[in-house]
């Protein structure tokens, strides 16, 4: 009797922390690329996360360094892809060193963008705490 109790609590705890985050049954995906080979993939799939009515996206984060930051502001193609990804959803991340190497000036770029200063740690954190990984190298 004492163990169908231990287990029901456990398993309403569960239930709650779910709920009151609100990824019950919803993905998380981060994504990272530094070759700006798959740049166009990684933006290509990252809006395809979004648009697909067959995954319950929570959230996707986007991780962009290296080569790769350089050619998303260089390639007019890149920043029309980035323009139909939904933003409320994917999160563009930016490795500051890639940004401050090409003087890259964040001012004029519309789309919502989160600066961090490790991305093999960020990539690392979002796996720990259950996103799924797609990796462009």
Known sequence: MERHITVVVLASIFMLITLLYGKYGQENYVMKVNNPEYLEEALTMADSLSDNKEI?????????CGEAVKSLFD???????????????????????????????????????????????????????????????
């Open 75 to 137: 390639n007019a193609d890149t920043m029309k892809l980035l323009e139909d990804i939904n933003s409320d959803q994917v999160q563009l991340t930016l490795c500051k060193g890639s940004i401050e190497k090409h003087k890259i000036n964040l001012e004029d770029f519309s789309f919502p963008v989160n600066v961090i200063h490790d991305s093999k740690k960020r990539y690392k954190k979002l796996q720990h705490v259950g996103y799924q990984e797609i990796e462009f190298l």
């Open 56 to 64: 319950n996206l929570h959230q996707a984060e986007l991780i962009i």
